[in-house]
């Protein structure tokens, strides 16, 4: 992530419910309420896949989609 798109590091314990692992929230995110949270997880995946997509091909699999 921090070669990635270093800026976004912070926002990184967002990540954990999506990976599985538990990770204690930073100082930006342990302030998120239910809504910011969600958001900004949403816009830390767009973020992540695009800057991963540039540096070259990329196969994404969702699984339970529908839950989305």
């Given at each position: ?48 896949l ?19």
């Amino acid at each position: 992530m921090a070669r990635l798109e270093p800026s976004l590091v912070s926002r990184a314990p967002l990540l954990g419910p999506v990976l599985g692992v538990a990770m204690a929230d930073s100082d930006l995110t342990t302030a998120f309420d239910g809504e910011l949270r969600k958001a900004s997880l949403e816009d830390l995946l767009r973020r992540l896949l695009v800057a991963r997509a540039a540096t070259g091909s990329l196969a994404v699999v969702v699984e339970d989609a529908h839950w989305l």
